[in-house]
C-alpha cells in the first residue's frame, strides 16, 4: 500500500471544481406559487370563488364563507397531495455517497462519499460500499455483491486491471472493474476512481429515472373529459339562464347567481373529492394487508392490469442461497425435503471440509450458510473444531477456480487442509482421470438440473514442514458437492395461479440464465417455459419484432437493466397494462415507466421503492394478487359513485334551470349546492367505497385498456333515474306552489325530497345485481351511518331557526316530511323493479 501516494490536496481541489461532487442532482421541486395556481384552475373553484365574491359583494357574509370554506377544504387537500413528489433521485443521490477511505498525500484519510474526484486512490474491504466505479489496482481473495445492479444474487469476483481491458457493464466473473453503490463481502483492495457522480452506472440509473415523464392515471384522463364536456355544457346554460333572467326580471346580481348556481349544478365538481376518498381510504386498506401505496392513482391501475413482469431475484424467490442439496460418491442427500432430520454419516466430511474451507466469521451469503447447517447438523459431534488455529490461505484465481485453508490441530501431527471451489477446479487438484471425470460431470448435470449452484469440496493432509507455494502441491482427495439455490417464495405458486385466474399474464425478467430460468419457471407454474428470449436476443430485435415476439414469451434471461425498460415499453406499446416488481436499482427505470411499479420493501433498495407506485412491506409476492383484488373492487365501487354522481346532478341542475325557464321562484341558491357538496356528496363516496366486492372480481378478465369508465349501460341507467327524480322534485314543487304554499315553504319541501332522493339513489346503486333488502343485508356500516348523519343534519336545518334562515327555509310538519319520503321512493321503485327482473333472469342463465 505504500507505493500509492494517491492525490494531493491541490489536485482534488482542481478536480472537485472541474467535475464537481461524487452525487446525483437532485430532482427540481415545483414551487408553492406554481402548486397553488396549478390547483386554482379548476372551474369548479373558480365558480365557488365568483359566488362568494357576489355574496360578499352583497353584503351575504354567511353564505360567502360557507362558499369559501369549501374552496379552502378542496385547495388544502389538493396542495396536499401535490407536494408528495417523487424522491427517486434523492434516494440515489444518499445510496451513492456512503463514506470512503482514500489514499491522499500519502496517507489513508476517511471522508464522505461525494467529496471523491476522479483518480483518486480507495481502500476497500469486506462489508464496505464501493463510493465510485473504479479499477481495481491491487486485491486479495475480492468477491463484490453486484445485486443493486444485475439483480443477480450469486457474488462475482474481481482481478486486477492489467491497464488495457475497457469498462464493460456489471456482472461477470474475474473483471477488473467495480461499481458505485455495489458491496465489498469478501476480501480486500485498492482500486482507481474513474467514475463520479452522474457518469458511474449507478448515475445512468438516475440520468434514466430523470427522462421518464410520469403518465397521467386513465381514471383521471377519463373524468377529466366528463368533468370537461359537463363543463362546457354548463357554461353554456349558465350564460343563456343569466340573460333569460335579466331579460324576465331585470336583475343582474340574482340573474349572476342563477347562472353560477346551474353552473355549479352541472359541473360535477365532487369528482376531485371522491377521487381523493376512494383512492386514500384505498391506500389505507391496502396498508392494513402489508401493501404500501405512493401514488393512490396506481389503485385504480393495479385492478386493471393484465400484464406482470416479474423480477426473478427477491421477488420469486428469496434472494437467500440455500443449500438445499449435498452429494457424496454418487449418492444425492436433499436437505430441503428431509428437514429435520439427522445428516447420514456418510454426509458429515462433506459439511466439515467445506466449514474448514470457509471464513470463521463469513460475510459471503453461501459461506454464511454453509456455517449455519454445519453447525446445524454437526454441533455435538467430533466434526467441529473450534480449537483448530488457520495457518495460511490459497485465494481464487482466474487460472483455478478454487480456494484452501490450512489447518493447524492440536492433536494432529499433521496439517489439515480443506479446498472448495467449482467442481472442475477441485476435480484438477485431485487429479482425476477420464472415468472420474465422467462420473463428477453426471453428478454435477444431475444437481444443475434441480437448478442447483454446485461447489465441490477435497480435502489434504500434509506434514509439518515449509507449505508449498500453490494449492496443486497437495495430494487433494475428493469428498463431494454442495448444491446451493435460491428458493422459490411458498406463497409463489398459488399467487400465479390466482394471477392467471384473474386473467394476468405473469413474465419472469431476470439476469440468471436460461436454464435457471427455466426451472424456476416450471417450479413456480409459469405459462410456456419452453419458450425464452435472451439478452443478446433481445439486443437484436427491433422494437416491432420484439414486440410481435413478446406475445407468447413469458421468460426473459441474461438481460441487463437497460434491456428490462425496452421489455416493459414493448409491452406497453401492445396496449397492455403493465405492472412491474423490483427490488434493485436495476428495476428503478422500468418500475417508474411500467403502468405500476411494485417494489419489495424489505429487501428493496431506497431508489425502488421511491421510483415505484407501490411498495410490498413484507416482500410476499401473493399480497400484489390482494391489490389487484382491492384495485378492482376499488374500481367497480367508483364507477357505481359516479354513476350515483352523474344521477344526482341531473335534479340538481334541472331544479335550477327549469324555474328560470317558467319565470318561477328560485329553489336552489348556491348555499344549497354547497350542502349537498360538502355533505351528502362527498359521505356517499365513503358508502360506495366501503361496500363489499362482487363474488367475481377475481374471475373475470381485466378491465381493457380503453374500455370507458362510464359505458352506454351505465349511463343511460344513471341518466333515466336522474330524469326519474327530477320530474318527481318538480312535481313536489309545481303542486306546492299550486296549493297555495310560500316560496320558502315550496323550496323546503322540494329540497327535502332531493335529499330523500339522494340517499335513496344511494342506496338503490350500491349493486346493480343485488335488491333493496340485499344490499341493506350486508351491512355496510357507512351506509347506516351516512343516512343517519343526513337525516341528522337535515333536522337541524329544518328545526334552528339560525340555520333554517341560511338556506331560505321555513319550518315543516311530520305529515310534510312523510309525503316526501314516499314520493322519492315512488320515484326509484322502477330500478328496484329492473334489478330484480335482471338478477332472476341471470339465475336462470347459470
Avoid at 465510485?132 to 462475482?156: F, H, K, Q, R, W
Avoid at 425464452?532 to 413469458?554: A, C, M, W, Y
Amino acid at each position: 500500500m505504500e507505493q500509492y501516494k494517491g492525490l494531493t490536496d491541490q489536485e482534488v481541489e482542481t478536480r472537485t471544481k472541474e467535475f464537481g461532487y461524487n452525487e446525483l442532482p437532485s430532482q427540481k421541486r415545483q414551487s408553492i406559487f406554481s402548486i397553488f395556481i396549478s390547483v386554482l384552475k379548476e372551474p369548479m373553484l373558480l365558480m365557488l370563488l365568483g359566488s362568494g365574491g357576489i355574496y360578499l359583494f352583497l353584503g351575504e357574509i354567511k353564505d360567502a364563507l360557507m362558499l369559501l370554506t369549501f374552496v379552502f377544504v378542496v385547495v388544502g387537500i389538493t396542495f396536499y397531495q401535490e407536494r408528495k413528489t417523487e424522491r427517486a433521485l434523492d434516494a440515489l443521490k444518499n445510496l451513492s455517497s456512503p463514506r470512503a477511505l482514500v489514499i491522499r498525500n500519502g496517507e489513508q484519510k476517511q471522508i464522505f462519499g461525494k467529496e471523491l474526484v476522479q483518480d483518486d486512490i480507495i481502500v476497500l474491504r469486506e462489508g464496505d460500499r464501493v463510493p465510485a466505479d473504479a479499477v481495481i489496482l491491487s486485491a486479495t481473495n475480492l468477491l463484490i455483491d453486484e445485486s443493486l445492479l444485475t439483480g443477480e444474487s450469486l457474488t462475482v469476483r474481481k482481478t486486477v486491471w492489467d491497464g488495457k481491458n475497457k469498462l464493460v457493464h456489471p456482472g461477470g466473473e474475474d473483471l477488473p472493474f467495480i461499481y458505485s453503490g455495489t458491496m465489498v463481502v469478501q476480501g480486500r483492495a485498492i482500486a482507481k476512481v474513474t467514475s463520479i457522480g452522474i457518469h458511474t452506472e449507478i448515475g445512468k440509473i438516475g440520468k434514466s429515472l430523470q427522462t421518464i415523464k410520469d403518465e397521467d392515471p386513465m381514471l383521471k384522463k377519463e373524468t377529466g373529459k366528463i368533468v370537461k364536456n359537463f363543463t362546457i355544457a354548463g357554461m353554456i346554460l349558465c350564460v343563456v339562464v343569466v340573460i333569460l333572467y335579466i331579460i324576465t326580471k331585470g336583475n343582474i346580481i340574482n340573474a349572476l347567481l342563477s347562472g353560477i348556481t346551474l353552473g355549479m349544478a352541472m359541473l360535477p365538481e365532487e369528482f376531485p373529492v371522491v377521487l381523493l376518498i376512494f383512492l386514500t381510504l384505498g391506500a389505507w386498506r391496502m396498508s392494513k394487508r402489508k401493501v404500501l401505496t405512493r401514488k393512490t392513482a396506481a389503485i385504480e391501475t393495479l385492478g386493471s392490469a393484465n400484464t406482470l413482469c416479474v423480477d426473478k431475484t427477491g421477488t420469486l424467490t428469496l434472494n437467500k442461497m440455500k443449500l438445499v442439496g449435498i452429494m457424496v460418491s454418487g449418492a444425492y442427500f436433499d436437505i430441503q425435503d428431509k428437514n429435520g432430520e439427522d445428516l447420514p454419516e456418510l454426509y458429515h466430511p462433506l459439511c466439515e471440509y467445506a466449514f474448514l474451507a470457509s471464513q470463521k466469521n463469513p460475510f459471503d451469503p453461501m459461506e454464511k450458510e454453509i456455517k449455519q447447517k454445519t453447525e446445524e447438523y454437526l454441533l455435538n459431534t467430533e466434526h467441529i473444531h473450534a480449537n483448530w488455529s488457520l495457518i495460511q490461505e490459497y485465494a481464487l484465481s482466474k487460472e483455478l477456480l478454487a480456494l484452501s485453508h490450512v489447518w493447524s490441530s492440536p492433536n494432529k501431527k499433521e496439517y489439515v487442509i480443506a479446498a472448495k471451489g467449482a467442481p472442475e477446479a477441485i476435480a484438477d487438484l485431485c487429479h482425476f482421470d477420464k472415468n472420474q471425470k465422467t462420473d463428477l460431470l453426471r453428478d454435477i448435470q444431475l444437481m444443475s438440473e434441480k437448478g442447483l449452484r454446485v461447489l465441490g469440496v477435497a480435502k489434504a493432509l500434509f506434514g509439518r514442514s515449509v507449505l508449498p507455494k500453490g494449492q496443486h502441491d497437495y495430494n487433494f482427495e475428493f469428498v463431494g458437492l454442495l448444491g446451493f439455490a435460491d428458493p422459490i417464495r411458498s406463497s409463489i405458486v398459488q399467487a400465479v395461479g390466482e394471477c392467471y385466474n384473474a386473467g394476468v399474464r405473469v413474465i419472469m425478467i431476470t439476469g440468471d440464465y436460461p436454464g435457471t430460468a427455466q426451472y424456476i419457471a416450471k417450479e413456480i407454474g409459469l405459462q410456456n417455459p419452453e419458450k425464452f428470449i435472451t439478452g443478446d436476443e433481445l439486443r437484436s430485435l427491433d422494437h416491432l419484432q420484439l414486440r410481435e415476439k413478446i406475445k407468447d414469451v413469458n421468460i426473459f434471461a441474461r438481460v441487463i437493466p437497460e434491456q428490462k425498460l425496452t421489455i416493459v415499453n414493448a409491452l406497453k406499446a401492445n396496449n397492455e397494462i403493465v405492472a412491474m416488481t423490483g427490488d434493485g436499482v436495476n428495476d428503478a427505470p422500468a418500475l417508474k415507466s411500467a403502468h405500476i411499479g411494485i417494489a419489495m420493501g424489505e429487501r428493496g433498495t431506497d431508489v425502488a421503492r421511491e421510483a415505484a407506485d407501490i411498495v410490498l412491506l413484507n416482500d410476499d409476492f401473493s399480497s400484489i394478487v390482494t391489490a389487484i383484488r382491492l384495485g378492482r373492487r376499488i374500481f367497480d365501487n367508483l364507477k357505481k359513485a359516479i354513476a350515483f354522481i352523474l344521477s344526482v346532478h341531473i335534479p340538481i341542475a334541472g331544479m335550477s334551470l327549469l324555474p328560470v325557464l317558467f319565470n318561477m321562484p328560485i329553489v336552489l341558491f348556491p348555499a344549497h349546492i354547497a350542502f349537498l357538496e360538502l355533505i351528502i356528496d362527498p359521505a356517499c363516496s365513503i358508502v360506495f367505497e366501503s361496500e363489499k366486492e362482487e363474488h367475481n372480481v377475481m374471475h373475470r378478465p381485466p378491465r381493457e385498456l380503453k374500455a370507458p369508465l362510464i359505458n352506454k349501460q351505465t349511463l343511460i341507467l344513471s341518466l333515466l333515474q336522474g330524469l326519474s327524480v327530477l320530474t318527481t322534485v318538480f312535481i313536489v314543487f309545481l303542486i306546492s306552489l299550486h296549493y297555495g304554499l310560500g316560496e320558502k315553504e315550496a323550496r323546503t319541501l322540494s329540497f327535502i325530497t332531493i335529499v330523500f332522493c339522494n340517499m335513496l339513489l344511494i342506496i338503490t346503486n350500491l349493486s346493480h345485481t343485488d335488491h333493496f333488502v340485499g344490499i341493506l343485508k350486508n351491512k355496510n356500516k357507512s351506509l347506516f351511518m351516512v343516512l343517519g348523519g343526513t337525516l341528522f343534519f337535515l333536522i337541524l336545518v329544518l328545526n334552528i331557526p339560525f340555520l333554517r334562515n341560511m338556506f331560505y327555509f321555513s319550518a315543516v310538519n311530520l305529515k310534510q316530511l312523510v309525503m316526501t319520503l314516499f314520493v322519492a321512493i315512488f320515484s326509484l321503485a322502477w330500478f328496484e323493479g329492473f334489478k330484480i327482473i335482471r338478477i332472476n333472469q341471470q339465475r336462470v342463465r347459470n
